[in-house]
């Protein structure tokens, strides 16, 4: 079932609250122009939320500063309904000096922390819009070498607001081997930067099925993706997603090919109401402690 994204197993995410309001889902997308956030969100959601670009004639103004953008889009699968908002930041890494980059994204996420404590003290507060910011996909460069120190700097401001995805961009570009060293890299350098990356939780009484799931995708961070809306033919004769190249194609929803699937599990099959909690109950709860004490309540 190619075009099934699997939000519709959002009541079953959910165990207690009610389902009938729909959700709301907030996810931002982080890193240099052309590394394919924009297709890889069309993936992940079955859906042309971003257009096919036009070209920018090369004389073109370009913006010196990192934008904000947000685009939202209703999506409905199985009388499940999403209210998906997806929070681009264009010109981010794109500078000759991309100091601060990180500053108008914190900002923005803070204000959208802003917004929703500004709703919690309203005296009906029946109607709260949950516009914060619930997961950050951040592309890393298919370098194969390790992280850059603007990965380093965005990381390490932005983990104690958002749930951090990292994901290793265009990860046809590298061979396997590449792949798994350039993982090995990577994580090294966020451990020893301390940098907290969103983990899947388990519990303790929780079944075997869903611990070994939890590890199956821990095991993958950070994810290597592919995006492609467009669908290829392969050898046995289906239609795939896929990118074709000479020596063959590489399948978007094949997990030999790549981790596209695992980020899907990781991002909406599974962990999308515990990415909504942690927001909540931790990464809100920390800033709106951490506002208050500044302002000497
Ligand atoms: P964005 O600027 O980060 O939003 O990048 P886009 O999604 O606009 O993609 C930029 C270019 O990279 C386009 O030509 C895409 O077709 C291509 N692209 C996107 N995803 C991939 C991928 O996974 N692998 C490869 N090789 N190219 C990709
Ligand atoms: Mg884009």
Redesign the pocket.
Known sequence: LMGYVGFASLPNQVRTKSVRKGFQFTAMVV?E????????INTLFNTQLYPP?EQLPPSAERPQTVAIESISADIEENGVRLKLTVVDTPGFGDFVNNDGSWKPIVENIESRFDSYLEQENRVNRQKIIDNRVHACLY?IQPTGHSLKQIDIEFMRQLHTRVNLIPVI?????LTDDEVVEFKARILADIAHHQIQIFQAPTYENEDEESLAEAEEIASKIPFA????NQLVKIPDGRDVRG?AYPWGVVEVDNEDHCDFVKLRQMLVRTYMEELREYTNDVLYENWRTDKLLSMGV
Request: aromatic content about 4%.
């Open positions: 890193g122009s052309g590394l394919g956030k924009s297709t890889l670009k592309f961009a265009k990860a046809d570009t993706v592919v995006g492609s990118r």
